[in-house]
């Protein structure tokens, strides 16, 4: 399985905090959270995206899933993971 299920509590934000390796922690809109996951997608290590994902007709329905259904991206190799968690900020 590469990408982890979360469980979403009843809050209304698009604000999300983003974790890249080798990065810092960033806020970012979920259009930019939807555009940093379609890049990831778009250069996948190997020829396939996993098979959960690569059911999906376009890069951006993939990316779409990803944002409303988990919080995690396991990317093969020696790349890490990408992590992403909804926030409410005041």
Known sequence: MFAVRRRRAHMKSET??????????????????????????????????PPDLAGFETIDDAAAYLV?????LEIDGEVG??????VHLE
């Open 16 to 49: 999300y905090v983003l974790l890249e390796p080798g990065k810092n922690e960033e806020f970012v809109s979920e259009e930019e959270l939807k555009m940093r996951l379609k890049g990831w997608l778009e250069s996948w290590p190997g020829d396939e995206l």
């Open 68 to 72: 409303r259904s988990v919080c995690e």
């Open 81 to 86: 993971s990408v992590q992403w968690y909804q």
